[in-house]
C-alpha cells in the first residue's frame, strides 16, 4: 500500500453478491477509488452489467486484481481457499487483501498459509447483511451504522490497517480491532447460534401451525431465510465456537423450562423481565 488517502487508484471486488454488491454501489456513489474492478462467473458478472453499475468486469481473477490497491473477498468461506489458490501468484506488492467472511480463525489461517507474510492481509467482518441474497438485494446503505471487526495479522504494515479502517469508516461503518479468537468466540453468540436455533424452530413446527403464523413468529424466524450454502459454510467453520454456546443455551432453555414446570410465576417474570430490558438496550443502539 503506497497511499492510504482515498480515492485510490484500483478497487476489486471478487464476488458480487450481497455484501460485495453493496460495497460496489457504495465505493462508486463515495468515489473511493478511480477504477472499479468486480470478478465473478459470467452469469453473476451479467447482472452487474444490467444494473447500470459502473465498472471493469472480469471472468478472470488474475486479471481483475492488475494494478489493486484494495482486493475485497466476498465469497462464503468454501469458496475461500480456490480464490487465493488462483490470485496468489498475482498479487502485486502495493495490494491490500481483505475478506467479509463471517468466521475469522479458519479465514486468517488459510491467508497465512496460502499467502505469508509478503502480502498484506487483513480480516474483515461487517456487521451488517439481510436475508436475502445476490447483487440484486445489494443496498449501498448496508453500513451505516455498522460495526466492522477487524482481525489484522501481525506482520501488517500500520498504513494498510489505516486503509482499510479508513474504507470501512468512508462506507459508513465503525471499524474495530479484535483477535479472530476473540471474533468468531463473540459472534457465534449473536449471529451463528441465533442462525441456528431460527432454523431449528421454523423446522420444529407443524405444517398447521404454520397455517397461522403471524408477525412475531416470522420476526424471530427471520433470519432462517438465508442462503443454505452461506450458513452451511459459516457454522461448520465456527463449530467449536457455536456448539460451546449452544451448550450454555441448551442449559439455560431447559432452566426456563424447570420454572414453567414448577409453576414458580416469580421466577418467569424475573426472566422475562430481564429479557424485555436487555432488548430495550438494544434499541438504544
Not at 479484535?178 to 407443524?206: F, K, N, Q, R, T
Amino acid at each position: 500500500m503506497n497511499k492510504k488517502t482515498f480515492p485510490i487508484d484500483t478497487i476489486t471486488i471478487i464476488g458480487p453478491g450481497l455484501i460485495g454488491g453493496s460495497i460496489a454501489k457504495a465505493v462508486k456513489e463515495r468515489g473511493l477509488c478511480k477504477k472499479l474492478a468486480i470478478a465473478a462467473r459470467e452469469e453473476e458478472l451479467d447482472i452487474v452489467k444490467k444494473s447500470g453499475l459502473e465498472a471493469d468486469l472480469y471472468n478472470q481473477l488474475a486479471s481483475s486484481i492488475a494494478g489493486a490497491d484494495l482486493v475485497v473477498i466476498c465469497v462464503p468461506f468454501d469458496a475461500l481457499k480456490t480464490i487465493l489458490l488462483q490470485i496468489k501468484d498475482h498479487i502485486e506488492p502495493q495490494t491490500v487483501i481483505t475478506d467479509v467472511i463471517s468466521v475469522k480463525k479458519e479465514v486468517m489461517t488459510l491467508f497465512s498459509e496460502l499467502l505469508g507474510e509478503k502480502v498484506e492481509w487483513i480480516g474483515s467482518h461487517p456487521m451488517a447483511g439481510s436475508e436475502r441474497s445476490g447483487f440484486d438485494a445489494a443496498n449501498s446503505l448496508l453500513f451505516e451504522g455498522s460495526i466492522t471487526i477487524l482481525t489484522p495479522a501481525n506482520h501488517v504494515s500500520a498504513l494498510a490497517i489505516d486503509c482499510i479502517k479508513t474504507f470501512w469508516a468512508k462506507l459508513g461503518s465503525i471499524p474495530i480491532e479484535l483477535s479472530a479468537e476473540e471474533h468468531d468466540a463473540l459472534v457465534s453468540e449473536i449471529s451463528h447460534l441465533p442462525h441456528l436455533l431460527a432454523a431449528v424452530l421454523i423446522g420444529s413446527v407443524s405444517s398447521q401451525s404454520l397455517q397461522l403464523v403471524g408477525p412475531g413468529f416470522k420476526d424471530t424466524t427471520r433470519i432462517a431465510a438465508g442462503c443454505p450454502r452461506l450458513w452451511k459454510s459459516i457454522l461448520m467453520a465456527n463449530r467449536h465456537y457455536v456448539q460451546k454456546v449452544g451448550e450454555k443455551f441448551i442449559l439455560q432453555f431447559q432452566n426456563a423450562l424447570h420454572i414453567l414446570q414448577q409453576g414458580d410465576e416469580k421466577a418467569l417474570f424475573e426472566l422475562l423481565n430481564k429479557a424485555q430490558a436487555i432488548r430495550k438496550r438494544l434499541e438504544k443502539k
